[in-house]
């Protein structure tokens, strides 16, 4: 099926642990994005890539690392997990950065931090 | 610089018609709006660009004043299916320092 998919939707860990998740897209679209949403905050913007091997920080990248070996894969590692990264993680695609592009958006994942 | 989403939560009656602005401290080049139903992804509205039309689709309109740095979306005749938290995102240049806003949570009633 075409879209944007997120995997896992749910997950716990332990403060200290390595943690990736992951987002694929059918589209081919050039760009995809990583958000956080927490209330009162928003989405907030942690990465994002304008193509392969392409990536870029956003507004709250510490913590974080991706990568972008392949068009329709972008994953987010949390290489040592803090409780305030306890969160809903948001993946997008789009065929432009902004402008008149709009964003798609994954169903998210759920991480919660021991 | 993360734009401000006037009001911070409003209820409705179904029937009823919603305003949700949207305004930043710079000249915007566009402004994009989504909605997102609780538990859910945001989904895209729609898009205003610097110098574009007034757009619209169903009772779900929104204009952009570039002169105020705000844009404004309306809701008319709310239906059940409009609740939900709605983000407007900025862009202050194509391609430059796209940023969601707080969200403004609508909760329409029967």
């Known amino acids: 099926d075409a879209g944007i998919t997120q995997s896992p939707r749910y997950k716990i860990t332990e403060t200290g642990r390595q943690v990736t998740l992951m987002c694929h897209q059918t589209?081919?679209?050039?760009?995809m994005f990583w958000y956080r949403q927490d209330l009162g905050h928003g989405l907030r913007l942690i990465y994002y890539?304008?193509?392969?091997?392409?990536?870029d920080k956003g507004e709250v990248p510490d913590g974080y690392v991706v990568s972008r070996s392949k068009t329709e894969n972008f994953p987010l590692t949390l290489e040592s997990a803090t409780r305030s990264q306890t969160s809903v993680y948001f993946c997008?695609?789009?065929?432009?950065?902004?402008?008149?592009?709009?964003?798609?958006f994954g169903p998210g994942t759920r991480l919660t931090v021991l | 610089q993360q734009p401000v989403q006037s009001p911070q939560a409003v209820i409705l009656r179904e029937g009823e018609d919603a305003v949700i602005n949207c305004s930043s401290s710079k000249a915007l080049y566009s402004v994009h709006w989504y909605r997102q139903k609780h538990g859910e992804a945001p989904v895209f509205l729609m898009i205003l660009l610097k110098g574009g039309e007034q757009k619209g689709h169903d009772k779900i309109s929104a204009s952009f004043n570039e002169k105020k740095q705000q844009s404004s979306l309306y809701l008319t005749a709310s239906q059940l299916s409009y609740s939900g938290t709605y983000f407007c995102g900025t862009e202050i240049n194509y391609g430059q320092n796209f940023v969601f806003g707080p969200g403004t949570r609508l909760s329409v009633l029967p």
């Open positions: 890539s304008a193509a392969a091997d392409i990536t």
């Open positions: 589209w081919s679209h050039s760009y």
């Open positions: 997008a695609s789009s065929a432009g950065l902004a402008g008149d592009n709009e964003q798609f």
